[in-house]
Nanobody, 124 residues
Framework: QVQLVESGGGVVQAGGSLRLSCAAS????????MGWFRQAPGKEREFVAA????????YYADSVKGRLTISRDRARNTVFLQVNSLKPEDTAVYYC?????????????????WGQGTQVTVSS
Protein backbone atom coordinates (compact mmCIF):
# COMPACT_ATOMS: atom_id res chain seq x y z
CA GLN A 1 0.00 0.00 0.00
CA VAL A 2 1.42 3.34 -1.06
CA GLN A 3 1.35 6.10 1.51
CA LEU A 4 2.53 9.68 1.21
CA VAL A 5 2.35 11.72 4.40
CA GLU A 6 3.12 15.42 4.34
CA SER A 7 4.10 17.52 7.34
CA GLY A 8 5.72 20.84 8.15
CA GLY A 9 2.98 23.26 7.19
CA GLY A 10 1.84 26.07 9.44
CA VAL A 11 1.33 29.79 9.79
CA VAL A 12 4.31 31.97 9.00
CA GLN A 13 4.87 35.67 8.43
CA ALA A 14 5.72 37.00 5.01
CA GLY A 15 9.43 36.74 4.36
CA GLY A 16 9.77 33.64 6.48
CA SER A 17 10.61 30.07 5.52
CA LEU A 18 9.19 26.60 5.90
CA ARG A 19 10.45 23.11 5.20
CA LEU A 20 7.79 20.66 4.12
CA SER A 21 8.36 16.92 4.35
CA CYS A 22 6.77 13.98 2.56
CA ALA A 23 7.37 10.54 4.04
CA ALA A 24 6.78 7.85 1.41
CA SER A 25 6.22 4.14 1.80
CA UNK A 26 5.11 1.25 -0.39
CA UNK A 27 6.88 2.55 -3.51
CA UNK A 28 9.51 0.96 -5.69
CA UNK A 29 11.56 4.10 -5.48
CA UNK A 30 13.89 3.38 -8.37
CA UNK A 31 10.96 3.82 -10.75
CA UNK A 32 9.35 6.90 -9.30
CA UNK A 33 9.46 10.62 -9.66
CA MET A 34 8.21 12.76 -6.79
CA GLY A 35 6.47 16.09 -7.02
CA TRP A 36 5.00 18.90 -4.99
CA PHE A 37 1.82 20.70 -5.93
CA ARG A 38 -0.24 23.38 -4.23
CA GLN A 39 -3.83 24.53 -4.30
CA ALA A 40 -4.80 27.98 -3.14
CA PRO A 41 -8.38 28.83 -2.10
CA GLY A 42 -10.59 29.15 -5.16
CA LYS A 43 -7.83 28.11 -7.55
CA GLU A 44 -6.84 24.95 -9.38
CA ARG A 45 -4.03 22.77 -8.12
CA GLU A 46 -0.71 23.76 -9.67
CA PHE A 47 2.65 22.10 -10.12
CA VAL A 48 5.43 23.51 -7.96
CA ALA A 49 8.48 21.24 -8.12
CA ALA A 50 9.59 17.68 -8.88
CA UNK A 51 12.60 15.44 -8.46
CA UNK A 52 13.77 12.16 -9.95
CA UNK A 53 14.35 9.68 -7.16
CA UNK A 54 17.35 8.20 -8.96
CA UNK A 55 19.80 10.86 -10.03
CA UNK A 56 18.07 13.71 -8.22
CA UNK A 57 17.35 15.93 -11.24
CA UNK A 58 15.03 18.74 -10.18
CA TYR A 59 12.32 20.70 -11.96
CA TYR A 60 10.49 23.89 -10.89
CA ALA A 61 7.55 25.97 -11.96
CA ASP A 62 8.72 29.32 -13.31
CA SER A 63 6.58 31.14 -10.73
CA VAL A 64 8.56 29.74 -7.78
CA LYS A 65 12.00 29.23 -9.25
CA GLY A 66 14.67 30.67 -6.97
CA ARG A 67 12.59 30.54 -3.79
CA LEU A 68 11.86 26.83 -3.53
CA THR A 69 14.19 23.87 -3.32
CA ILE A 70 13.11 20.25 -3.63
CA SER A 71 15.35 17.51 -2.29
CA ARG A 72 15.16 13.91 -1.14
CA ASP A 73 16.71 11.71 1.50
CA ARG A 74 16.91 8.27 -0.01
CA ALA A 75 17.78 6.60 3.28
CA ARG A 76 14.64 8.02 4.92
CA ASN A 77 12.38 7.71 1.86
CA THR A 78 11.47 11.34 2.33
CA VAL A 79 11.10 14.28 -0.03
CA PHE A 80 11.46 17.86 1.15
CA LEU A 81 10.34 21.23 -0.12
CA GLN A 82 12.19 24.23 1.29
CA VAL A 83 10.18 27.40 0.77
CA ASN A 84 11.94 30.72 1.35
CA SER A 85 10.88 34.37 1.18
CA LEU A 86 7.26 33.37 1.66
CA LYS A 87 4.57 35.64 0.27
CA PRO A 88 0.86 35.80 1.12
CA GLU A 89 0.15 34.38 -2.35
CA ASP A 90 2.02 31.21 -1.32
CA THR A 91 -0.88 30.42 1.00
CA ALA A 92 -2.22 27.03 -0.12
CA VAL A 93 -2.52 23.37 0.70
CA TYR A 94 0.70 21.73 -0.42
CA TYR A 95 0.51 18.16 -1.73
CA CYS A 96 3.17 15.55 -2.29
CA UNK A 97 2.72 13.16 -5.21
CA UNK A 98 4.44 10.14 -6.77
CA UNK A 99 4.59 9.29 -10.46
CA UNK A 100 5.33 5.71 -11.53
CA UNK A 101 6.79 6.55 -14.91
CA UNK A 102 8.14 9.68 -16.53
CA UNK A 103 6.77 10.00 -20.07
CA UNK A 104 5.56 13.11 -21.80
CA UNK A 105 3.60 14.47 -18.83
CA UNK A 106 6.62 14.55 -16.52
CA UNK A 107 7.08 16.54 -14.37
CA UNK A 108 3.85 18.56 -14.35
CA UNK A 109 1.22 15.84 -14.58
CA UNK A 110 0.14 12.21 -14.59
CA UNK A 111 0.86 11.45 -10.95
CA UNK A 112 -0.36 8.17 -9.54
CA UNK A 113 -0.41 8.72 -5.78
CA TRP A 114 -1.15 11.72 -3.61
CA GLY A 115 -0.78 12.69 -0.01
CA GLN A 116 -3.46 14.36 2.08
CA GLY A 117 -1.81 17.77 1.97
CA THR A 118 -0.41 20.20 4.50
CA GLN A 119 -1.69 23.75 4.95
CA VAL A 120 0.67 26.68 4.56
CA THR A 121 -0.66 30.09 5.56
CA VAL A 122 1.44 33.21 5.06
CA SER A 123 0.39 36.32 6.94
CA SER A 124 1.26 39.81 5.73
Amino acid sequence: QVQLVESGGGVVQAGGSLRLSCAASGLTFSRYGMGWFRQAPGKEREFVAAIRWIGGSTYYADSVKGRLTISRDRARNTVFLQVNSLKPEDTAVYYCAAKASYGSSWPQGGYDYWGQGTQVTVSS
